[in-house]
Each structure stands twice: as C-alpha cells, then as structure tokens.
C-alpha cells in the first residue's frame, strides 16, 4: 500500500521560507515522477514543480527562481524548498507521484503566509 507523509509546512511571514518533505512507503520511489501541486480555497488544482525519475525538473512560472524541488531516492523523499514566500503562495500543498497508470497523492499540508 502506497502512503506518504507530508511535513514542513506552516505559518510564515511574507519573504520567509519553509522546506515541504513527502515521505513515500509502500512503492518503488525511484522509478516514479514526482511532484508537488497546490489548492487554494476556490481555486482548482495547480502543479507547483515536479522531477522526473531521471532527476529533470520543471516549475511553474509563479515557482521559478523561488522554489525548488529536490528528491532523495535512499530516503525515499522529495522535498520542496520554497524562498522569498508571498502571500498568494498560500494554499495545501500535495504530494504526488506518478508512473503508467498509477498516480497517487498524499493527504496535503497547509502553508500559509501572512504578517
């Protein structure tokens, strides 16, 4: 059974930072594509950055120069390093991995920021 566990997210203060991890259980990590979207109230669902298995990356325009995506294939993690934080980057923050047909997603963490 494929599960992640989400942390590092937050209240933080515009221009502040913060690093999302996703712990990945139960697949084989490093064949997957992996990715972090984002939902803000009212709003559909949005990819925010994503690395292949292969390790190329690709960011939204809202995400590049501030963020950025990493994996760690021993660990089985992939993280998301997220600078120079705005208030409109507020929103949960999913998980994703995908390969084939399989997709899954983790259970989201809230990131908030605000003075």
């Known amino acids: 059974q494929v599960q992640f566990v989400e942390s590092g997210g937050g209240l933080v203060q515009p221009g502040g930072s913060l690093r999302l991890s996703c712990a990945a259980s139960g697949m084989l990590f490093s064949i997957y594509n992996m990715g972090w979207y984002r939902q803000a109230p009212g709003k559909q669902r949005e990819l925010v950055a994503s690395i292949t298995s292969g390790g190329s990356t690709n960011y939204a325009d809202t995400a590049k120069g501030r963020f950025t995506i990493s994996k760690g294939n021993a660990k089985n993690t992939v993280y998301l390093q997220m600078n120079s934080l705005k208030p409109e980057d507020t929103a949960v923050y999913y998980c994703?991995?995908?390969?084939?047909?399989?997709?899954?997603w983790g259970q989201g963490t809230q990131v908030t920021v605000s003075s």
């Open positions: 994703n991995a995908n390969y084939a047909h399989y997709n899954y």
